[in-house]
């Protein structure tokens, strides 16, 4: 079953398939938790099915097959873990599986997730496949954006933009399915993506985030109490809570320009008024760059002790005049 606010790019996508218009390469632009993966796989489905021309039939081999997990004409590839890249080894075995003959007699389908986080050698690999594509052979791609995605692949592809809900839309969606009310600043926080926001709340990340905002605007109160705990809390999040504690520094500074209006904090608003208060303009723009830097360092490379960087970023509050 398709997601509400997926419902568009479908209707448009079945117009395609009854036509028998669709691009051999579909570039589906979506943050992670909008169920970008549903869709995609609700077209392969389709594609595959030995009845059906807009939608699966469910029933023939084929839709009983992908049901299963089974289906032998569908490939999906993404990254083995979290953060990595797509090697070109595995570009290649893709290569490899679109000039396969069909062992159904149909169609073929090579979803891939996380396309953005395709290496430049990888991405060209991939390429000549894109070009030249052969025959009966249907490429879905995921990206969260198209910054990390090379021009060239993205000018091989029809591109879509899965919309998100509006705020409030997203807000009713996610309190009906816990049957509670959720905070404003919780959906703006996971860029108005539902499923995101829903698994933030499931898995109780709104109450952690919570504690470290608290805990976080305390420790900018001189004489900078609580530093190890912060970074505890932090390294306990991963470098996620980079990202957290950068939303919430980039409201300190529109609070300090006199803006209180659309804030990720809207429910969190006297503690962004008490750090803001806290902390120097100037101060608070070098943290935000340090922590966006330390983000994607902790980000590209595993292993770092990610509690100690946090301790020497959380320093930097303490060693400025403010």
Known sequence: MLYPWQEGVWQNWQQLLEQGRLHHAILLVAPLGSGRDVLAKQLAQTVLCQNGVTEPCGMCHSCRLFAAGTHPDFHALAPLQEGKSIGVDAVRQCNRWAVETSQLGGNRIILIDYADAMGEAAANALLKTLEEPPSGCQFILLAA??????????????????????????????????????????????????????????????????????????????????????????????????????????????????????????????????????????????????ANALYQQLDQHSGLNTELLMVDWLTGFMAQPI
């Open 145 to 290: 954006s198209l910054d990390n995605l090379l021009p060239t692949i993205n000018s091989r592809c029809n591109k879509w933009r899965l919309p998100m809900p509006d705020e409030v839309t997203t807000q009713k969606w996610v309190e009906n399915k816990l049957m509670q009310g959720i905070k404003r600043e919780t959906v703006r926080l996971n860029g108005r993506a539902p499923l995101a926001t829903l698994q933030f709340i499931e898995q109780g990340q709104d109450i952690r985030y919570g504690n470290l905002l608290t805990a976080f605007a305390t420790f900018l109160q001189p004489p900078f109490i609580g530093l190890y705990d912060v970074a505890a809390q932090c390294a306990a999040e991963s470098h996620h809570s980079l990202k957290w504690l950068s939303y919430f520094m980039v409201d300190c500074m529109k609070v300090q320009q006199g803006v209180t209006q659309h804030l990720i904090h809207c429910e969190s608003l006297p503690l962004v008024q008490q750090a803001a208060a806290s902390i120097s303009p100037m101060l608070l723009i070098s943290q935000i760059k340090q």
